[in-house]
């Protein structure tokens, strides 16, 4: 009885498939081409680190996520059925309903909550083909429109057996998959690249282990988590978030070490640090505007949300604040803060919100040194003490401009930049494969002409 399933779009992508020339496969069940299944519900016994890395399924598609929670590893073996595999494909079956990943080796044996469908393909077809099966167009539709739930959205792994899958010829199933698996492998070579890159940069710095730094400023005789700070430090804030003893502890530690200190405020590192106004947005088709990206999305290989900023109707703010180009680095400052990237090349033209602060380097190099030293745990803390507002956290582009940068020795500070470029060319690498096999998907195996 629900009307979703009925609705027009979901009609037609049933057309497109069965017009196929193709022997139509049930996606899961009996004769499907993977096994579906989820997890039931668990207990979460959460603690502080270290523990057992635990990832929700709003980190389904980032690039390379951070544990979302620890869970206590005081059972062995207690969370293995939750546990993912390389090569399997992951489906958001709650809340948000439809998003799509496949694990890689980033995220190989990461223990991932109930709320995810796990599929495994069959040796019919390759895992890669599903997976561009179900990022395409019609397949996202499908299974949109499959959900239930009044209030929190739902699909099962029941629901997948009603969707048939067009299964082309060997060749062409195998040629959409190879491309899709050398996608994956392109992102978590960059994952490694960045991993390397920071790493270089926290043995030249000599920065402990986040959790075996010593605050000192914490006073224990209170019984509550308390410390005090002199009326000459105030430095005119009264939040009790700004004098956060973590941040103030990587600050010493940054100012005692070898090397010079710099800020991202200095013109040196920094040409520029833009943070647009506020504005009503006028969205409109694709085609007719450009790709705008919310700060939520600013972690993943394919922040396109649908919405076109309208060109008419923005154009110079566009021009002025709003164009993302290659090599920016882009730091959400609204509601999540601290969440960085670097802009890739397929980036570059598309807009992005208010919510997020461009950072224009220097130079390519230097946005790439930049990002490698604010992607760390360190410097998430010394952006995140600036946070101010009672409902709403915010950090404004002064804020910014006050983050302390270290600054190691030229050569290696071009190497460890040079690192993060090589990473962010992979990843653009990695979306043109992708979109090369939906578009082959598309066009050869549904007949259409759209990407």
Not at 14 to 26: D, H, T
Not at 190 to 207: C, D, H, M, P, V
């Amino acid at each position: 009885m629900d009307a979703s399933v009925f609705n027009i779009e979901a009609r037609q992508a049933r057309e497109v498939i069965s017009g196929c020339p193709w022997r139509k496969v049930p996606l899961a069940g009996v004769g499907g081409l993977t096994e579906a299944y989820h997890r039931p519900r668990f207990k979460r016994p959460y603690v502080d680190k270290p523990g057992i890395p635990f990832y929700q399924p709003s980190q389904l598609n980032d690039l390379s996520p951070t544990p979302a929670r620890f869970l206590s590893g005081f059972k062995p073996n207690e969370f293995d059925p939750l546990r993912v595999k390389k090569n399997q494909i992951l489906l958001t079956c709650s809340g948000t309903v439809g998003e799509v990943s496949m694990v890689g080796n980033t995220l190989d044996g990461a223990v991932f909550s109930h709320d995810l469908i796990r599929m495994n393909a069959s040796k019919e077809v390759g895992a890669g083909y599903i997976y561009t099966f179900l990022r395409s167009s019609i397949g996202h539709c499908l299974l949109t429109t499959s959900n239930y739930g009044a209030v929190i959205q739902h699909i099962e792994p029941e629901h997948l057996y009603e969707i048939q899958v067009p299964v082309p010829s060997e060749e062409l199933v195998d040629r959409i998959s190879d491309m899709i698996l050398q996608s994956f492998k392109y992102r978590d070579e960059s994952n490694s690249l960045i991993s390397e890159a920071q790493s270089k940069l926290i043995k030249a710095i000599n920065l402990p282990e986040l959790s075996n730094i010593k605050l000192s400023l914490y006073k224990t005789e209170a019984g509550v988590l308390n410390w005090t700070v002199s009326p000459r430090n105030l430095d005119e804030r009264l939040d009790g978030s700004y004098f956060n003893p973590l941040a103030n502890a990587i600050e010493s530690l940054l100012v005692k070490s070898s090397h010079s200190i710099s800020s991202l405020g200095d013109k040196k590192l920094v040409n520029e640090i833009i943070l647009p106004g506020r504005f009503k947005r006028i969205y409109v088709e694709d085609g007719f505007g450009v790709p705008f990206l919310g700060g939520k999305e600013l972690g993943t290989l394919d922040p396109r949300t649908g919405k076109n900023l309208s060109l008419q109707g923005h154009g110079p703010r566009i021009k002025d604040q709003l164009t993302i180009h290659q090599n920016q680095v882009m730091i959400t400052c609204s509601g999540t803060i601290g969440k960085v990237a670097i802009a890739p090349r397929h980036w570059e033209g598309w807009t992005s919100s208010q919510h997020v602060i461009r950072l224009q380097p220097s130079s390519s190099v230097i946005g790439g040194y930049l990002y490698a030293w604010l992607s760390t745990d360190y410097a998430k803390e010394l952006i995140k003490r600036f946070t101010y507002g009672a409902v709403v956290d915010e950090v404004d582009a002064t804020h910014i401009g006050g983050v302390l940068v270290p600054l190691v020795d030229e050569p290696l500070m071009a190497q460890i930049g040079e690192l993060v470029l090589a990473a962010n060319d992979k990843r653009a690498e990695a979306f043109e494969l992708e979109q090369a096999a939906l578009n082959i998907f598309n066009k050869e195996v549904l007949g259409l002409s759209f990407n």
